[in-house]
């Protein structure tokens, strides 16, 4: 007599972004001498990991542009304009994930930036920094830092100025610095089909 197994449900935690402990910061070189740093000071976003292969994730960021601070008004006025991020048309830069490497170690995350109405594939190297219950409800809370460089050329954002001195205004590479606490959601980890 042969006994069939029937597929175990697969169990799938959903991961919602905490806003209030996240950041996601950027660095660019200034007049070729110094860095100029500024930050989003919104971002969304889920992640969905299939705990039986917790390579498989599914994680997509929402960031409104609009939200760009560098501590000075001016400058991000018009960062926000059509002179770079053009917010009226782009309101939004997005990135979507689906796989990822060993999540309890340092890792290289691949997905796609959408920016400036450009979509390009990025890598990101992410560190878990641990989780823990959630003190304030049901789940859990994890904390994941990241980092990155890109090219802002990449995603049409070409605006610069030649200095008498040779060399351009605003560098190229964009540094990325991520710091992300993620919380599970309520009945999240429960088998689904």
């Known amino acids: ?20 402990h996240s950041h996601v910061e950027f660095a660019v070189r200034h007049l070729m001498i110094s860095t100029t740093k500024g930050r989003f000071s919104d971002v ?6 299939d705990e039986a292969d917790p390579s498989v994730v599914a994680l997509d960021v929402t960031i ?16 926000r304009s059509a002179d770079f991020f053009d917010v009226e048309r782009y309101p939004t830069i997005t990135f979507k994930a689906r ?15 959408t920016m400036h109405g450009v ?26 830092s990241a980092k990155g460089t890109l090219d802002r050329r990449d995603f049409a954002l070409t605006y610069n100025a030649a200095l008498e001195t040779g060399g351009v205004a605003i560098g190229h590479d964009i ?6 606490e993620l919380i599970s959601d309520a009945g999240s980890g429960a088998a689904t089909k």
Do not use: C, Y
């Not at 007599?1 to 209030?20: E, H």
């Not at 969304?44 to 990991?49: A, C, K, P, Y």
């Not at 796989?99 to 930036?113: A, P, T």
């Open 1 to 20: 007599m042969s006994t069939t197994l029937s597929p175990s449900p697969v169990a799938v935690r959903r991961w919602t972004i905490d806003q209030m």
């Open 44 to 49: 969304s976003g889920t992640v969905t990991v």
């Open 64 to 79: 409104p542009v609009a939200t760009i601070d560098t501590r000075q008004p001016d400058r991000d006025t018009h960062l």
């Open 99 to 113: 796989h990822v490497g060993d999540i309890e170690s340092e890792f290289r995350l691949v997905g796609d930036l």
């Open 119 to 144: 979509t390009r594939e990025i890598s990101l190297d992410v560190t878990p920094e641990g989780q823990a219950p959630n003190p304030m409800g049901p789940g859990r809370r994890a904390g994941f």
């Open 175 to 180: 540094k990325i610095s991520i710091d992300l």
